[in-house]
Structures are given as C-alpha cells and as structure tokens.
C-alpha cells in the first residue's frame, strides 16, 4: 500500500512534466539566432501541421515583445514557422515561445546568448557620396547606442525624438551648396564608441563637383526579372560615363519594423572642369519603352 501511495504523486509529476515540454509532437523551438543586422532575433519553431489556426506570442525575460512572423516551412505532418522580435539588453536571453491553436494553449521556451550590434542610418538615405534632389529634413534611427550626438557641417544639430522600438532623431539641415556631411557619434552598450560619417551632394543652384570626386545617383528599387530596368546617359565630357552599382536604404515600414532596401544607383565620376548634361531612363516593365524619367546638369569645378 505505500509503494502504491508513493507512486501516484510520481506518476502524475511525470505527465505534467512531459505535456510541459510538449514533447516532439508538439510545439517546438528548433533555434534563435540574430539577424545578420544585429537588431532582431528569429526564433524558428515547429508544431503539427494539423494546427492550421496557429497563433503566436513571444517573450523575452518574461516580458512580452513584438513579434512578426518572417517565414517557414513545412514536412509531411510539421509545419515550421520563423518569428522575428527585437531582445532586450541583456547578454543571458530566456525566450518563450506561446501558440494557441484549436481552443488548446502550448508554449516552448529556450535561452540563447545575445550580443547587441550597434546600428545608425539615415532613413531613405544611403548617406554615401548621394545626390540629393530636394532640400529636406534626415531622420536618423539609432538601435542599441546611448548618448547620440549629431554634427551637420560641423555644426552640432538637435533632434526631435520619437518614441518606440526604434528611436529616431529627426532634424532640419541647414544645407549648402557642394558636399555636405553628417557626423554621429553614440555610445556603444559594452563602453565603446561608434561613429559615422555621410555625405550628401547639393548640386543644384551653382553647387559644384571637385575633379575626381564622384557622386551618387539613387534611380529606383532593385530590379526583378520583370521591371523596373534603368539607364543613365551623360552628355559632355566634365563627367566620365556612368558605372551602375547597389545601395542599401534602410527604412522604417508601416508596421514599425526596420527593414532594408537595394537600390539601384549610378556612380558619376567628375574629370575636368565643365558642364555635363545626365538623362536617366526608366523602363517600368520589359514589355513597356525605356522612358526618359528626369535629366539635370552637373557642374564640375572647385568649390
């Protein structure tokens, strides 16, 4: 009779312990790793393929964080599923996974060590030899850095904060003529620094190119097999003929989250005193023309 009564308690120990962890047919983590950026996280999970309404939650250290599902998988009978979220400051993560799908509720929890990758950028802007084309406004977003200082030209600007998992500063340069550069400064997590330099181009109205400077020209989003195709033209021999190339802008979507965009550029190379005209082409679709898009002129001298 006492080993009977002392087997109960253990029996009964044992299958919360095992419908806890789920087991493999059940909710399951199969990693959290970083993004490449060193912002997000993705914890990747797999469950029964049978829970078609699948909905989840994610928590860090017990609080609960946004979360977006990034992409997946499936086999036979698993469906695996790919959530990104932002951790927090500590080095030691504990993260929980929860799911509710037909009426029942399950979670899977893992740790994992996460070391925060200080980040910077220009929203919109690549901020590397551009071409501006409108005076206007920069806002800055600063990820895992405190203390941020700005310089504009030298002079130290003031941000107007925002609020949200991504904090940006948002100022109004005072622009001129020719080059023009952004300097950040932060205070890295760990005690280290970090700085950044950008520079911005203002050729219009007598802005004016040094001999063997080159300038940056943003023309639209990557193009896919279908469209968008570009072409850069440039008449006058004060500019060397065009060589394409990529840059990435980082922005901030609808839904809040930092995302990264490739964008085609052209890189115009001045060579000797003078005036050049540039004609950029768009062709929106292959089975549409290449269109002339805009077309301004560069002047090349000292400034």
Known sequence: ?????????????????????????????????????????????????????????????????????????????????????MPGRAAKQSVAVKCTAGGRKTEARAGFDWTPVPFIAVLGHAGNREMITARGKLTIAAVNVTGMKMFFNGKEVQGRPSAGDIETFTFDPAWKKGRNVLTINADKWDGGMIARNLTFFDLGEGGTLPPGQSVLVHLGREDTKSGPFYDVKVEGDSIAPPQGTTVRRDIIDSDGWLVSETWVAAELRARKEGTAKVRVFVKPHFLQNMELEREFSITVGEG
């Open 1 to 85: 009779m006492i080993r009977k009564v002392l087997l109960a308690p253990l029996l009964l120990l044992l299958v919360v312990a095992v419908a806890g962890a789920e087991g493999p047919q059940g909710l399951k983590i199969l990693s959290v790793k970083p993004v490449k950026s060193g912002i997000y996280a993705i914890v990747s999970v797999e469950f029964p393929k049978a829970w078609s309404d699948a909905a989840f939650t994610v928590e860090v250290n017990g609080k609960p964080v946004r979360m977006r599902r990034v992409g997946g998988g499936f086999s036979e009978d698993r469906t695996m599923a790919d959530l990104m979220f």
